[in-house]
């Protein structure tokens, strides 16, 4: 979410899509990953995601967790 980093990874990997915003708010193409790699978060929030968080019962690791194991292809 940090717009200096985000700048500085659109110059370094400019054919990647690089998104400077929290990952609740990152709309994702349903292709599925090989992997996923992140800097889980923790924080007292609970985020408002209606395909990944329904009725907000999920705490923000929690939810980064989900959304990022929905991503990821199916174990073979």
């Known amino acids: 979410m940090d717009p ?10 400019p054919q990647a899509r690089i998104h400077i915003q929290g990952f609740e708010k990152t709309k994702i193409r ?9 800097n889980v978060p923790f924080a007292d929030i609970r985020p408002n995601d209606k395909e990944y968080n329904k009725g907000g019962g999920l705490s923000l690791h929690n939810y980064f967790i989900v959304k990022s194991l929905n991503l990821m292809k199916p174990a073979a």
Request: no cysteine; glycine share 10%; aromatic share 6%.
């Open 30 to 38: 349903k292709i599925r990953s090989d992997a996923v790699v992140g």
């Open 4 to 13: 200096v980093t985000g700048r500085i990874a659109r110059a370094l990997y």
